[in-house]
């Protein structure tokens, strides 16, 4: 047990330091590795794990890191310079809602939940990793839920990162145009220096917005069973105050929250058992494959006939797939740093929304699969 807490505690901070000081291959960011690193431990059975330790561990960290996250999106900064980069992004949100809505309505009677597998995988390709998270804490899906899913997030989409940092920028650029450049530059979201006493005042203030909205979670349902209505009121109160000049008092509240999320993601990998999976997985994984390469293409094709520009139709859905991080990374494998900052913000805006599209859309499925 104490070497769980330990390893969630700890490791993150490793993970973070690699990442940055760039020690990890192009493919592996602080996530997947915090995930491989808990799987690791749970598959070789170096120690025994206490999966329900584990559980409070994680839903405790993401409630803390999510507000953390969300403080950090600038809605105004993002509709003032994003531009072409946020149509592209609505047209990756378009592609998510409509291919990975029919699978998971096509796959309702093969696999069992399915309506909550669309709805994180939704939350995957609009806001990334913490969305996915926050979503299946929202309905309720099994742990083995979240771990499956991000598993093909990290085989799949992890091809597709390395081919975008290669050689797919090549390639898309015989069928979409050149990008355009501008005459000014757009202002960039830097990854702040923050010192430990903002830092304490930024874990208060999510604390505070997280206590507020278990209170409201309460008064609205008269109990905390529906975790649906916890997520959104937290999601919602977290945009309120990062539209607030408490946002701009704090600071930079990204990093801090990225470790939290880390330390869900090591708890979560803990859980992860794939010998006992192994039997009944490959569906969940067949789903996961199949929503996300229909979503790639659809986008692809929309950018293409909307006349996109290649390093924005690009950008746009490493924004909603990979998050913020691998925005810097492939824009500096782009060489285009003018669109740096509006792939950043629209990233941040995709974490504020996606909650909401992959929440509603799991309801929207099991609706019309109960009427069917």
Not at 31 to 39: E, Q, R, T
Not at 346 to 367: E, H, P, R, T
Request: hydrophobic share 55%.
């Amino acid at each position: 047990m104490i070497a769980s807490i330990v390893l969630c505690i700890a490791f993150p901070f490793f993970a973070r330091f690699a990442d940055r000081k760039g020690l990890f291959p192009a493919w592996l960011s602080s996530i997947i590795a915090c995930y491989l690193v808990g799987i690791l431990v749970s598959n070789l059975r170096l120690w025994e794990v206490d999966n329900e330790l584990m559980e409070s561990v994680a839903g405790a960290s993401m409630l803390i890191g999510l507000p953390l996250l969300l403080f950090a999106v600038r809605i105004r900064e993002s509709l003032k310079y994003a531009g072409q980069m946020l149509f592209g992004f609505v047209l990756c949100c378009l592609a998510g809602l409509l291919c990975t809505g029919v699978v998971g309505y096509l796959m309702s009677g093969q696999i069992e939940d399915s309506w909550k597998i669309a709805g994180m995988l939704v939350g995957l390709y609009t806001g990334g990793t913490p969305n996915v998270q926050a979503i299946g804490l929202a309905l309720d899906a099994p742990s083995e839920y979240l771990v499956l899913v991000q598993a093909a997030d990290v085989l799949l989409g992890g091809s597709y990162l390395l081919g975008l940092v290669t050689f797919l920028p090549a390639v898309f650029a015989r069928f979409y145009r050149a990008s355009e450049t501008t005459s000014h530059e757009t202002p960039t979201e830097e990854e702040d220096q923050i010192g430990l006493p903002r830092q304490l005042v930024q874990l208060g203030t999510a604390l505070g917005v997280t206590a507020a909205s278990v209170g409201v979670t309460y008064l609205l349902t008269g109990g905390m069973k529906d975790l649906t209505v916890l997520i959104l009121v937290l999601t919602t109160l977290s945009l309120v105050v990062a539209t607030s000049p408490l946002s701009d008092r704090i600071g930079n509240s990204y990093p801090l929250g990225e470790y939290f999320i880390l330390v869900f993601c090591v708890a979560l990998g803990l859980m992860a058992d794939f010998r006992a999976l192994a039997a009944d997985g490959m569906d969940l994984l067949y789903f996961s494959a199949l929503a996300l390469v229909s979503t790639t293409l659809l986008h692809l094709l929309l950018c293409k006939l909307f006349d996109v520009d290649r390093d924005t139709m690009i950008l746009s859905y490493v924004a909603g797939f990979y998050g913020p991080v691998f925005v810097v990374q492939v824009a500096a494998a782009l060489r285009n740093k003018r669109l740096l900052a509006a792939g950043i913000a629209v990233s941040l805006f995709g974490f504020g929304i996606g909650n909401y599209l992959g929440i509603g859309l799991a309801y929207l499925i099991d609706y019309l699969t109960a009427l069917s």
